[in-house]
């Protein structure tokens, strides 16, 4: 299994760092100090510009990005602003290698691949978020959106081997501001965001923030439309000088048209519609509501040692009535639909205890992190199918109002939980003023128990993994280090098969080489990187039982680039290319041999570059341009129905009034590209939105 493959791997690492290749002259190090000025960029904080310098979601410190040996991309919220989207995907385009994925008729940010792989893991602060169906992440208090490449179990547990995405929100900061932005665009679409953060003493050691959106938002699409509050108030409190607490919470209460997309008949585009709607109106939203609190302890126990507590509890509901397209029919115009009912509850708690600390041994430096992980993770939920007369919709010429289905219900009705407890260790060691390395590793031993209602049937697995990472950074210069890195991944597999049986878990192993280069006089940052991937159990939807399969193994390999920073004081750009050969290397009768992985085009590519005017009347004001390119994509596991190919070229710009007052104006999809941006099926294919703008109004208050 490829976990086992990688056992030796973290020996062989401090073998290889013990040799005498790698030795210089032995002398006093010192790891980077940190300087407290206006000018320091903390790891959870604002970043200048495009180009962040720090990360804590590679290593759960407070690390230079270049002297981590791993692929880091690190999407700043300036981004989205500066595009006029509250999108998290959106930001996602600029990460390189990320691939959208089904996202659960458009009810939240369900599946996504990296580098290949598909998952429906992402973590906010650190902290798993996508348990059960959370709503879409709102970028009303994102700070930044952090991707880190290649497996990172040994950090944060079962995951997806291809990477992790890591949400960092944003904090109460020392200075006192309020910021309101409202929008309106295309299709009726609005929003209005409030941004209050408040010291509450004079002295500034309790601080709070509230970020508060609402919208309200019309589609291309017929028919959809989409509701959401979003809430998000935080309070830090410096207790004393050694210990400060951190308390955030969520609100989240959004409503919308579940939305399956179109039909792709002969998988061929034969003139359908990408505004058809192949639902019923009448069906009403689907509500999903979210709540999550979560508090931060952090105590130095003297100069070098700091401990962590952190807590994390969310909670969930889903519900409404939807009606979901089937494979096309015969008559090639007509496909039929099931009228369905969802109730899905969750709740999952979090606790996270953590010892952190630097120390010497000899010549070498060492910053070790020591953790502890206990999940409790809980979901109710009933999918209920209605039996009855015929329930067909013509996709070309859809007939709405059709009596609903009301004979013999069925459907999944059963009841999950997965219960973990986990123990990690890290080490960031300093052998030289010029060599670096990480080793990691993590046990983790996980119980899910599944009671199926429907089957009267109850399904346990328990299984114990150990995952490990390690690697190397070489500085060849001041501004290029090379580096190489191993890791290995392991995630239970959720759900039933078509029997009531649950999945055996996935494995993967990962190998990664790079090259970071800081250029410009450092105002650009860049990683250059190689790897390739292996994974084994790869669940995929199998059309015959309409139900998820272990597909047996797959690999992906290639290699992806991605620069940010300042060209010139005037100029910042962000972007990325990737090449992926993703593909099923132990298939089946269903999804055979040498199968492409679903979603995940072999290039792709964006580039934002944003002109920012210094002096004179348009001082503070900008125009800028983005450009995304995406290949084509397999469209159905095991089959060759395909999505082409396509490119969209977006427009922006922002009047600075003031110092108080900016007009922005955003034009998206200029040439009013005719795209399809994922598809589960030839049945369900997502259609790309036409040409649209949004203006916006931003005002410091």
């Known amino acids: 299994m490829p976990s086992r493959k990688f056992a030796p791997?973290?020996?062989?690492?401090?073998?290889?760092?013990?040799?005498?290749?790698?030795?210089?002259?032995?002398?006093?190090?010192?790891?980077?100090?940190?300087?407290?000025?206006?000018?320091?960029?903390?790891?959870?904080?604002?970043?200048?510009?495009?180009?962040?310098?720090?990360?804590?979601?590679?290593?759960?410190?407070?690390?230079?990005?270049?002297?981590?040996?791993?692929?880091?991309s690190v999407i700043p919220a300036s981004v989205l602003k500066d595009l006029g989207s509250h999108n998290v995907e959106r930001a996602?385009?600029?990460?390189?290698?990320?691939?959208?994925?089904?996202?659960?008729?458009?009810?939240?940010?369900?599946?996504?691949?990296?580098?290949?792989?598909?998952?429906?893991?992402?973590?906010?602060?650190?902290?798993?978020?996508?348990?059960?169906?959370?709503?879409t992440p709102d970028a009303a208090n994102v700070e930044r959106i952090e991707v880190l490449k290649g497996p990172a179990a040994s950090l944060y547990g079962r995951g997806d081997p291809g990477g992790t995405v890591n949400i960092v929100t944003k904090k109460p900061q020392p200075e006192a501001f309020s910021t309101l932005?409202?929008?309106?665009?295309?299709?009726?679409?609005?929003?209005?965001?409030?941004?209050?953060?408040?010291?509450?003493?004079p002295q500034g050691d309790v601080l709070s923030r509230v970020n508060l959106a609402v919208e309200d938002n019309h589609s291309f699409r017929d028919?959809?439309?989409?509701?959401?509050?979003?809430?998000?108030?935080?309070?830090?409190?410096?207790?004393?000088?050694?210990?400060?607490?951190?308390?955030?919470?969520?609100?989240?209460?959004?409503?919308?048209?579940?939305?399956?997309?179109?039909?792709a008949p002969n998988n061929t585009w034969s003139g359908v519609s990408r505004s058809t709607f192949l639902g019923e109106p009448d069906d009403g939203n689907i509500d999903n509501h979210n709540n999550l609190l979560q508090a931060t302890l952090e105590h130095h126990l003297n100069d070098t040692w700091k401990l962590r507590l952190a807590s994390h509890y969310k909670e969930g509901k889903l519900w409404g009535f939807a009606s979901e397209t089937r494979p096309l029919n015969t008559d090639q115009h007509t496909v039929n639909r099931r009228y369905r009912e969802r109730d899905s509850r969750w709740h999952d708690s979090i606790t996270q205890l953590e010892l952190r600390g630097l120390f010497d041994i000899g010549s070498w430096q060492h910053e070790l992190l020591i953790g502890s992980e206990y999940e409790n993770f809980r979901k109710n939920e009933r999918v209920t199918t209605l039996a009855g007369g015929p329930y067909a919709?013509?996709?070309?010429?859809?007939?709405?109002?059709?009596?609903?289905?009301?004979?013999?219900?069925?459907?999944?009705?059963?009841?999950?939980?997965?219960?973990?407890?986990?123990?990690?260790?890290?080490?960031?060691?300093?052998?030289?003023?010029?060599?670096?390395?990480?080793?990691?590793?993590?046990?983790?031993?996980?119980?899910?128990?599944?009671?199926?209602?429907?089957l009267n049937n109850r399904s346990r697995q328990n299984h114990d993994a150990l995952t490990q990472r390690a690697g190397l950074l070489y500085q060849l210069t001041p501004r290029h280090g090379l580096f190489a890195n191993a890791s290995t991944s392991f995630k239970p597999n959720n759900g039933l098969d078509a029997t009531g049986k649950s999945f055996a878990p996935e494995e993967g192993v990962g190998y990664e080489v790079g090259i970071k280069s800081e250029l410009f006089d450092e105002r650009l940052s860049s990683t250059l990187a190689a790897f390739h991937i292996e994974k084994e159990?790869?669940?995929?939807?199998?059309p015959a039982t309409d139900s998820n399969r272990a597909m047996g193994k797959a690999r992906?390999?290639?290699?992806?680039?991605?620069?940010?920073?300042?060209?010139?004081?005037?100029?910042?750009?962000?972007?990325?290319?990737?090449?992926?050969?993703?593909?099923?290397?132990?298939?089946?009768?269903?999804?055979?041999?040498?199968?492409?992985?679903?979603?995940?085009?072999?290039?792709?590519?964006?580039?934002?570059?944003?002109?920012?005017?210094q002096e004179g009347l348009l001082r503070g004001s900008d125009v800028g341009a983005a450009y995304t390119y995406v290949g084509d994509r397999s469209g159905e596991a095991g089959s060759d129905f395909e999505l082409p190919a396509y490119h969209t070229v977006d427009l922006l710009a922002h009047y600075k009034a003031s110092e108080n007052v900016t007009l922005g104006l955003n034009l998206n999809n200029l040439f009013d590209e005719k795209y399809y941006e994922r598809s589960y099926s030839n049945y369900w294919v997502n259609p790309g939105e036409p040409r649209n703008f949004t203006v916006s109004l931003t005002l410091n208050l």
């Open 223 to 263: 028919h959809v439309d989409s509701q959401r509050v979003f809430v998000a108030p935080s309070l830090s409190w410096q207790l004393n000088p050694d210990t400060s607490l951190l308390v955030e919470s969520e609100i989240v209460r959004h409503s919308s048209t579940f939305d399956r997309g179109i039909v």
């Open 537 to 542: 159990n790869v669940l995929a939807l199998d």
């Open 181 to 201: 932005q409202t929008s309106a665009g295309s299709w009726d679409r609005y929003r209005t965001a409030l941004d209050v953060n408040t010291p509450l003493d």
């Open 556 to 613: 992906s390999q290639g290699f992806d680039l991605q620069v940010s920073g300042q060209l010139t004081d005037a100029v910042r750009v962000i972007g990325a290319f990737a090449y992926i050969d993703a593909e099923v290397t132990e298939g089946d009768k269903a999804i055979p041999t040498g199968s492409r992985i679903l979603g995940v085009a072999r290039h792709s590519g964006s580039l934002l570059g944003v002109y920012e005017f």
């Open 9 to 72: 791997l973290a020996g062989l690492a401090l073998g290889l760092l013990g040799d005498p290749v790698f030795a210089e002259d032995p002398q006093p190090l010192e790891l980077d100090a940190i300087s407290v000025t206006s000018d320091y960029e903390s790891a959870t904080g604002p970043v200048k510009g495009y180009r962040a310098t720090r990360s804590s979601s590679a290593t759960k410190t407070d690390t230079a990005i270049r002297d981590i040996p791993q692929s880091i």
């Open 393 to 454: 919709i013509d996709i070309y010429n859809p007939v709405y109002g059709q009596p609903k289905p009301d004979g013999k219900r069925s459907g999944p009705d059963f009841f999950e939980q997965v219960e973990s407890q986990a123990l990690n260790l890290q080490d960031q060691i300093v052998f030289t003023d010029r060599l670096r390395g990480m080793v990691g590793a993590r046990f983790e031993h996980f119980e899910q128990t599944i009671d199926d209602h429907a």
């Open 92 to 135: 996602l385009e600029f990460a390189g290698g990320v691939s959208k994925q089904n996202n659960f008729g458009g009810l939240t940010l369900y599946e996504y691949s990296v580098r290949g792989f598909t998952t429906s893991e992402f973590y906010k602060d650190g902290f798993s978020a996508n348990r059960g169906y959370p709503s």
